[in-house]
């Protein structure tokens, strides 16, 4: 894999999409024949023989009950089809979680408490597990006739990606020290705001190099992105974070495991199709020919339902289960 540095090879999606309208088509090129929603998976906390104590019971609790208590915590992926079990809703194409878990007006999404006493946790936003991409890559690797040659954008936006001249570091790491001395250095630094206005900016590293960094974007109505040259069967083994050039090495270094963030949008050279995992969805969306989808939909790795072009994925858009 390559990086891009004239990132023209995307301009064909920006003709593409539709950024005056407010459905999916303003992140997912239009004019294929079909296209699949892959629900991302959610999680499932659960208590072998009690339900999930609300916060309210926690704080009742000593530190200690709270300690065995989590001990005893089972934390397993859910689909959407048993979330919406669960909460006696419905799943289906447009459906939106926080009507799935049935969020009551200004309530909290993102954690749910089901009637049996479930913990469900929303899914990843704009981001795949490493083995739910490569899945979805298998099919894809079977539906080009160029499945070694391809390219893969990453929006630019994922903290720490891009390096930049600033004061402050893109990221930052635990760092641990019994040396008073260090601490109090430390201390210094972040409240001294008097002279931090005077201190001069830096150039601040990312995951991507200085010259990446600094490069040229593929510049779409919604997003910039970074543009590299991938094979799109690279991404059907789930060790593809190993061998991408955005592998975080700086957080493996202090002791972090292997990581990489998946690709925004990951297309063959033929154009045959196109994954695009927006950064504000909790599902992929994946156009293509009609086989590429059915194979998508049916496969039970997978949580995939068919959609159609300009289909609307908003919020609001889950009309059956308000």
């Not at 929603?37 to 659960?46: E, G, K, L, Q, Y």
């Not at 601490?183 to 190099?209: C, H, Y």
């Amino acid at each position: 894999m390559e990086w891009m540095a004239d990132p023209s090879a995307g301009a064909w999606l920006r003709e593409r999409l539709d950024p005056e309208v407010e459905t999916m088509n303003v992140v997912v090129p239009r004019g294929f024949p079909a296209y699949a929603r892959v629900f991302h998976p959610a999680i499932v906390r659960s208590l072998p023989d009690r339900a999930i104590p609300t916060s309210d019971e926690m704080v009742r609790l000593s530190e200690r009950e709270q300690r065995a208590l989590a001990e005893r915590f089972v934390d397993e992926p859910a689909t959407w089809q048993q979330t919406a079990a669960a909460f006696g809703t419905v799943l289906h194409p447009l459906a939106q979680w926080q009507r799935i878990v049935r969020t009551p007006e200004d309530g909290d999404w993102r954690t749910r408490i089901a009637p049996d006493g479930r913990e469900f946790t929303a899914p990843l936003e704009g981001e795949l597990e490493p083995e739910v991409l490569a899945t979805i890559a298998a099919h894809l690797a079977e539906h080009t006739q160029t499945p070694d040659d391809g390219f893969a954008a990453l929006w630019e936006g994922w903290g720490g990606l891009t390096g930049f001249f600033g004061e402050t570091p893109s990221r930052a790491f635990p760092t641990f020290s019994d040396d008073p001395n260090h601490q109090a250095m430390l201390d210094r630094s972040t409240r001294d705001p008097f002279n931090n206005v005077f201190r001069k900016p830096t150039w601040q590293e990312g995951i991507l190099s200085r010259e990446i960094s600094e490069g040229a974007r593929l510049h779409l109505p919604q997003r910039d992105h970074v543009l590299f040259a991938a094979s799109p069967r690279d991404f059907a083994d789930p060790d593809w974070i190993l061998r991408v050039p955005w592998r975080d090495r700086a957080a493996e270094e202090r002791g972090f495991p292997p990581s990489a963030q998946g690709p925004s949008i990951l297309w063959p050279e033929d154009h045959a199709w196109v994954m695009v995992t927006e950064v504000d969805f909790d599902s992929t969306v994946v156009a293509g020919s009609p086989e590429l989808i059915a194979e998508i939909c049916a496969d039970d790795r997978l949580e995939a339902l068919p959609i159609v072009e300009g289909s609307d994925l908003t919020w609001d858009a889950d009309a059956v289960n308000r």
